[in-house]
Each structure stands twice: as structure tokens, then as C-alpha cells.
């Protein structure tokens, strides 16, 4: 199956129960939520934003089966592929195959940080792996530049053309000059693959350059905001999508401050204090951030819409 996704795909959170279990009302709340905004064309689920590294496989599975069920038939739904171990990710990608999911959300193994730039086959033979087990298209996250687990330009090209069914690009690359240099490698394929941008920080320039979308776990409070900016982008409007960015730059200050552990944990309280879910519950090794740090982002989202009924 080959599927390119675009536009505005929110990584959802995983709301947790005060005894750390999947709290399974708050999820399918959280998840209408991002599905009932106009212009969201997907959801990704067992990411970063959901805590991926804490959910055992079978809540991740539990979260797949919660996804397709509750938002399935309205939203494109990519289960995201974390583990560091190749076996055990082709395990979760033929779960998420069997599960409904749409596509795949491929993080690069934490083992290439101990030195993949310097064996590049480990990154090819990782993800052919993972391609060859299943039919769903794959999105790869492309990690921070200069991280040791990232994916440089001539990578990407080359996984694409060993991999036909990676569709897509997550890009985190937090730099626009590695930005800018993956999507030129992007466009420079035979075939279609979508860049989407996770830059959040700078997504008007990100999106001004050509990107196809937004996958970003701000998403998972600011999708329509999100939306409202490619839209704007994409009609040529820059004085409009200028404004969009001066709404979402006081958020990403706060949401995206040192830190950087503690994103999706800002992130989760916020919604909590929107009404969107009842509770902020993280697992360790995370914790609950400070009374202070709460204050800050009381006061930063004022304005935001608050959640629906339950």
C-alpha cells in the first residue's frame, strides 16, 4: 500500500490514570478532540507525546485498538515504531499492520547513537527490516541534527531508495539548513515521499520552504492553530501566516523551554488545565513539573479553546 501523508497530523499524549494506568475515557476524549478539528487528516499514536518508551507492547497495542476504534474511520491513524531492538520493532510494526493502522512512525534505535555515522548499513538494514515485514507505508522521524541517531540528507536518499514504502519525513532536525538540505533530497527522489515538518519552533519558514505538513506533538493542543498556518501558507498568504505565528510563539517558548524532557509534560498539563482530559498524570522517570512552571503556562494559554463535553 502506498500512502502519502500530508498536512496537519497531531501527536496525541497518553492520559494516565493517578495509579499510572492508560486512562482509557481521557484517551478516547483526547483523541475525538484532534479528530473533531477541521483540517487534521491524521493522528500519530505510541510516540514521544504518548510516553512511548513507558507503554509495555501490549498497551501499545491497547492504544492502537482504542485509536481505531474511537477515531479510525475519520482520521488516518500511524502507530509509531520506537523500539531499539530490529526484531522487536518488526514486531510492533506487524502489530500495528494487524491493528488497523494506517502507516508507521519509525523512530530511529537509541543503538545508533553508540555510532551508526559510522556504519551506516546498521541504519539501512534496520529499517529494510522493517519495510520488508509489513505493507504499511513508513514515516521515518529524522532525530535533532548532530544528534548521534540522526539521519542525514544522503541517508534519507539512500533509505528511500532501498525502502519503497517509506512515504514520508518527520523532521526534527531543529536546523534549517539540515531542513532544508533533507527536503531537497526529498524532492529529488523518482518518487513522492512528504516532508513534514516537527520543527515547531519554526514552522513558517519550515512550511514557506515546501513542507507537506505538520507532525508535531504540539499538536496535541494547538492543531488548529496549526492548520490555520499551513492553510495560510499554502494559499500564499504571508502577512495572515505571520499573524498565525505571533499566536503560537509565545507557547512554543514556554512548551518547548529547557528542559526538553519535559515538552509533552507541559504539554499534557495544559490540556488538563483546558478541560480537555481531568488529569496530567506522567510516568517515571518523568515528573510532575513545579507549582511555578504550572503558573507559566496557566498564564500563556489563556485564549485557547477548552475542551468539549465529555
Known sequence: MYKVFTGVIPASLMPFSAGLEIDEVNYRRHLRDLADTDGVTGIAINGHAAEVSSLTPAEQEESLRIAVDEVGDRVDILCGVADADTARAVDTARMAQEGGADGLLVF??????????????????????????????????????????????????????RV??????????????????????????????????????????????????????????IADLQVELLRHVEAGDLKAAREVVERIHPLTEVFYAEPVLDQHNRMKVAVAMLGRIDEAHVRPPLLPITAEERAVIADVIKGLPTGAAK
Open 164 to 221: 519503497p514504502n517509506i512515504t514520508g519525513i518527520k523532521d526534527w532536525s531543529v536546523d534549517i539548513l539540515a531542513y532544508e538540505a533533507n527536503l531537497r533530497a526529498v524532492r529529488a527522489l523518482p518518487r513522492r515521499v512528504s516532508m513534514l515538518t516537527s520543527f515547531s519552533r519554526a514552522l513558517l519558514p519550515s512550511l514557506a520552504l515546501g513542507g507537506d505538513g505538520i507532525l508535531s506533538g504540539h499538536g496535541s493542543m
Open 108 to 161: 530511529p534505535s537509541s543503538v545508533f547513537g553508540l555510532g551508526m555515522r559510522h556504519r551506516r548499513e546498521v541504519a539501512v538494514a534496520h529499517y529494510a527490516a522493517i519495510g520488508a515485514a509489513v505493507e504499511l507505508p513508513m514515516v521515518l522521524f529524522i532525530d535533532a541534527a548532530g544528534a548521534s541517531t540522526t539521519l542525514d540528507a544522503a541517508l534519507i536518499t539512500e533509505l528511500c531508495e
